[in-house]
């Protein structure tokens, strides 16, 4: 019985801490230079014709890829190559990784 018990605690706790990376807020670099666009929660915003972050166009891009796109923009989106910094961009990047479906 005690197994079973430490067992159950070990699975909740586990799950505390995956719904926690499942739901991290948004760095604040996000939400000053992309949320805009890209929407509050990285979803998208249709009347800009932004997609989701969640989306498997995006999450099957390697981090190389999406840094590659933030710093040097792509299509209707600006540089910000100079305006963020590598930590701040790769902070982003991991940020979105977190929204995988």
């Not at 996000?30 to 929407?39: E, L, N, P, R, S």
């Not at 981090?63 to 989106?77: P, R």
Request: hydrophobic fraction near 45%; aromatic fraction near 6%; charged fraction near 25%.
């Amino acid at each position: 019985m005690k197994t079973i018990f430490r067992v159950a605690i070990v699975l909740a706790a586990l799950a505390l801490i995956a719904s926690t990376f499942a739901f991290a807020e948004a760095p604040a670099d996000y939400k000053a230079k992309c949320a805009m666009c890209h929407g509050a929660n990285g979803n998208g915003n249709p009347g800009m014709k932004t997609i989701g972050f969640e989306t498997a166009d995006v999450q099957k891009m390697s981090d190389a890829e999406l840094t590659d796109v933030i710093t040097k923009g792509k299509g209707k989106m600006p540089s910000y190559e100079g305006k963020l910094s590598k930590e701040q961009i790769d902070g982003i990047v991991k940020w979105i990784r977190t929204l995988k479906k």
